[in-house]
């Protein structure tokens, strides 16, 4: 699979949802003229700020300015336009808080910063919170830690509920609710899918390399991004092999009807979508009883999971432990389990640390030892791990084809010349979404690097009975 | 004593200090009682949380990262502040003056120390004070978003600091007279010091004092809400 296709790798939805390509920012066409009630909606949710979550309030009390946000955001280093530094972003949701529901502000107005809403402005909310990739670089920094993406998810939010979300990002999250993936694909689909990748190992291996589908009571319920399995298939395969070498082929499962990680709930900022894309994967979990739900490539669904649904207990108590197949197989290598052919990958590789997985997640070791592991020439790019720049595509502006050229000449500037001092020819990313920005971002500045996922490398050189994949033309 | 003085010396204070201590309860309950699910942490993380946001209020590593020329003018200034605060303490009683001379030092000693490290925390308190808020003005990304707010409260901090300063280097001024001050407060018949640099000093940290819990130099009171929340693996 050359690296034209594998820019659909956030998914076929991504290209059927998208509309006509324009240099417009997101919010391309006027909202239309909200009613009274709509405004007051959204008035009432800024002022339940007052209610939670913790961090959203005390963002909105505590900003020093001091404007150390825009110095490590991708998007102010991309372009240094007002409108993109994150403390004004911010301030969007934060001086209307202020005019409504602190003493100084109803008090003081304008001297503390307070602002009234103005419904005319509601075109600009979409167009800059749909500028934020939400990589959390900003906390990361902060001297206090202030998140700048929980606030642009907010207004998000907000839009969301006033029916004002971008059309690209509410096909994907009506798709994802309507299939259970975000690819729209049949469950039928899938498993011609898995047939085609099972010929394919077999093809590369000259034996069997099972991808079990639908088998209750296995262990490990492996759960992707869905373009892991219909577009950019390696990392699947490659999961598929490190089973089989370890003799587990009969432990795991993967399902027909739940095989799509993503979750744009997420991004949209609605918690109602997010919690009704989450729980059928959480229920099949159960009726598959297995031990361990194994999650894929795919930073934000990952993060949804670890860090959101089971500490908020959507659910309550799981009937299982959730871990990400990094952390699984770079776990067996370490043990000594698996060997590999590097001369497979001869090439420079470098990692890209997907932010959800990084700073969100603290995955940061594991894709690293799989990439030692199965390349002869690994590079660091700095600065990396917890303080790594966004691949300019996070927070679901990756399958926006709608702001290309901002996150081509814009937020994925930093993270081009990032690459290209590497001088690596593959860039490794273990996010669909970090993997369809880069794609499009090396093909757009006519790099040649190419761009695929951590697990793919594996599968290319890892020992089957001593031998590595006869290389296929992908 | 002239009605203006009985004013700031003898009212303020009855005034200030409730509405600063009440207005700060009123902030910690409602960051304490809003509820956060799911987690915020931020990785590298897994040390211990108490140690790093100790360690981010007392030295600003985040910052230290991010912004280095920042870092330093906010570090200093910030442990200035800290010192200058710790160090009113003496303006106010006879305390730390007791605990050194138990150490053996005269009350000469004392006085020479602290007008050398005090007029030297003033001096160094100025000069971060005046480099931050010129960065303010020069650096475009800062300067964007700098609101009335943001003028208003380091102006307001420079004159106070300006009129400390005042006091401590034009002249001996007489700790008696603000210790018999905080005495006469506690018993309610306020002796107010006929100075006016002092009144007026006091005027604007009053002002400040009242103003904090209703700006944004309420962030020394949330870092540690913000910090632990994503110091927590």
Redesign the interface.
């Known amino acids: 699979m050359n690296n034209k296709d594998s820019m659909a790798s956030v998914g076929v939805a991504a290209e059927e949802t998208s509309v006509s390509v324009t240099k417009a920012p997101p919010s391309g066409k006027e909202p239309a003229k909200i009613t009274r009630e709509k405004a007051d909606e959204i008035l009432n949710a800024i002022k339940a700020i007052?209610?939670?979550?913790?961090?959203l309030?005390?963002?909105m009390?505590?900003?020093?300015?001091?404007?150390?946000c825009?110095?490590?955001c991708p998007i102010?280093y991309g372009s240094?336009e007002?409108k993109y530094?994150p403390?004004?972003r911010s301030?969007i949701i934060r001086n209307i808080y202020k005019k409504h529901h602190?003493?100084?502000g109803r008090l003081?107005g304008?001297?503390?910063?307070a602002q009234d809403f103005n419904p005319d402005d509601l075109g600009k909310w979409v167009e800059d919170s749909y500028s934020c990739t939400g990589c959390?670089r900003c906390?990361?920094?902060?001297?206090?830690?202030?998140?700048n993406s929980?606030i642009t998810r907010k207004i998000r939010g907000i839009l969301d509920k006033a029916g004002l979300t971008p059309e690209t990002m509410q096909k994907v999250v009506d798709i994802s609710l309507r299939t259970r993936n975000t690819d729209g694909a049949s469950p039928e689909a899938f498993k011609a899918a898995i047939a085609f990748l099972e010929e394919e190992m077999h093809d590369e291996h000259g034996i069997d390399v099972r991808i079990p589908v639908d088998v209750v009571g296995a262990e490990y319920f492996y759960v992707p991004p869905s373009g892991d399995v219909l577009v950019n298939p390696e990392a699947t395969m490659g999961l598929a092999k490190v089973f089989h070498v370890l003799g587990m082929s009969d432990k795991w499962t993967m399902s027909s009807t739940c095989f799509d990680g993503a979750n744009y709930g997420l991004f949209t900022g609605n918690d109602a979508d997010m919690k009704a894309d989450n729980k059928p994967y959480v229920e099949e979990a159960k009726r598959l009883e297995c031990k361990t739900l194994l999650m894929g490539e795919c930073g934000h669904a990952y993060r949804i999971m670890k860090?959101?649904?089971e500490?908020?207990k959507w659910w309550g108590d799981l009937p299982f432990n959730i871990i990400n197949c990094m952390e699984w197989t770079a776990d067996h290598i370490l043990k000594g389990r698996l060997q590999f052919d590097k001369s497979k990958n001869s090439q420079p590789v470098t990692y890209h640390d997907p932010c959800n997985f990084?700073?969100?997640?603290?995955i940061?070791e594991e894709p690293r030892i799989i990439l030692n592991a199965s390349c002869a020439d690994f590079r660091e790019m700095y600065p990396n791990?917890?303080?790594n720049w966004c691949c300019g595509g996070g927070a679901g502006l990756s399958a926006m084809d709608d702001i290309l050229e901002f996150r081509m000449k814009v937020s994925g500037r930093k993270k081009l010349d990032q690459i290209l001092e590497t001088g690596a020819e593959y860039v490794a990313a273990a996010c669909s979404n970090c993997k369809r920005q880069l794609s499009q971002l090396m093909e757009y500045h006519k790099t040649g690097v190419e761009v695929g996922g951590v697990h793919d490398m594996l599968s290319r050189a890892i020992l089957i009975n001593g031998k590595a994949a006869e290389r296929q033309q992908y | 004593m002239d009605s203006f003085s009985f004013i700031i010396g003898g009212i303020l204070p009855y005034v200030v200090v409730p509405v600063f201590l009440a207005g700060m309860i009123y902030?910690f309950r409602?960051?304490l009682k809003?509820?956060?699910?799911?987690?915020?942490?931020?990785?590298?993380?897994?040390g211990s949380p108490f140690k790093e946001v100790l360690a981010?209020t007392l030295f600003?590593p985040?910052?230290f990262?991010?912004?280095r020329v920042?870092w330093v003018f906010?570090w200093f200034f910030h442990i200035t502040l800290a010192l200058v605060f710790v160090g009113h303490i003496r303006v106010f009683s006879t305390m730390i003056d007791g605990m050194l001379m138990k150490f053996g030092m005269t009350s000469d000693g004392i006085d020479s120390m602290s007008s050398i490290s005090g007029g030297a925390a003033g001096i160094l308190l100025l000069a971060t004070g005046i480099l931050l808020f010129v960065r303010r003005l020069i650096?475009?990304?800062?300067r964007?978003?700098?609101?009335?707010?943001?003028f208003?409260a380091p102006l307001l901090i420079i004159a106070i600091i300006v009129t400390g300063d005042w006091i401590r280097f034009t002249g001996h001024f007489e700790l008696e007279q603000t210790r018999v001050w905080t005495a006469s407060l506690l018993t309610f018949s306020p002796i107010i010091p006929a100075d006016g640099m002092f009144l007026l000093h006091i005027l604007l940290a009053q002002a400040l004092i009242a103003f904090i819990p209703?700006?944004?130099i309420?962030?020394f009171?949330?870092?540690f809400?913000?910090?632990a929340?994503?110091?927590r693996?």
């Open positions: 007052d209610g939670g979550p913790k961090v309030k005390l963002y009390d505590m900003c020093a300015r001091c404007g150390t825009a110095k490590v102010y240094d007002k530094n403390s004004l301030d602190t003493i100084s003081l304008p001297l503390v910063g959390r906390a990361t920094y902060c001297p206090f830690g202030i998140d929980v860090m959101i649904m500490p908020a990084g700073r969100s997640c603290g940061t791990k917890g303080e | 902030r409602s960051w809003a509820p956060q699910p799911g987690k915020m942490t931020l990785f590298p993380a897994g981010e600003f985040s910052l990262k991010g912004d920042l906010a650096i475009p990304r800062v964007e978003i700098t609101g009335i707010p943001d208003l209703f700006s944004k309420l962030h009171g949330g870092i809400f913000t910090q929340l994503i110091k693996s």
